[in-house]
């Protein structure tokens, strides 16, 4: 599974709005989804664990992770750097 693929999937199984979800694609902006930091704390603990890597707090902001494209380069890039 590409690992857009599985921030997706992941990211879906913790929307409350299953209506966003007919709409989501790679570069829809996380921040439209309605995901709080509570919320995106979660979704970041079940990817960690999902690909046993650990994301450094100063890549958690939303310039970079601002949707699931950018999101899946961040995990990308703490693969390569394990």
């Given at each position: 599974?590409?690992?857009?693929?599985?921030?997706?999937?992941?990211?879906?199984?913790?929307?409350?709005?299953k209506?966003?979800?007919k709409?989501?694609?790679?570069s829809t902006?996380l921040?439209?989804?309605?995901?709080?930091?509570i919320?995106?704390?979660?979704?970041?603990v079940?990817?960690e664990?999902?690909?046993?890597?650990?994301?450094d707090?100063s890549?958690?902001?939303?310039d970079?992770?601002?949707?699931?494209?950018?999101?899946?380069?961040?995990?990308?890039?703490?693969?390569?750097?394990?």
């Amino acid at each position: 599974m590409k690992i857009e693929e599985k921030v997706k999937e992941i990211i879906v199984s913790r929307l409350k709005d299953k209506a966003k979800v007919k709409t989501l694609t790679y570069s829809t902006p996380l921040l439209s989804l309605g995901i709080d930091s509570i919320l995106a704390l979660s979704i970041l603990v079940e990817i960690e664990e999902a690909y046993d890597i650990e994301i450094d707090d100063s890549d958690l902001n939303m310039d970079k992770i601002k949707d699931i494209a950018s999101f899946a380069d961040l995990v990308r890039s703490c693969i390569e750097n394990e």
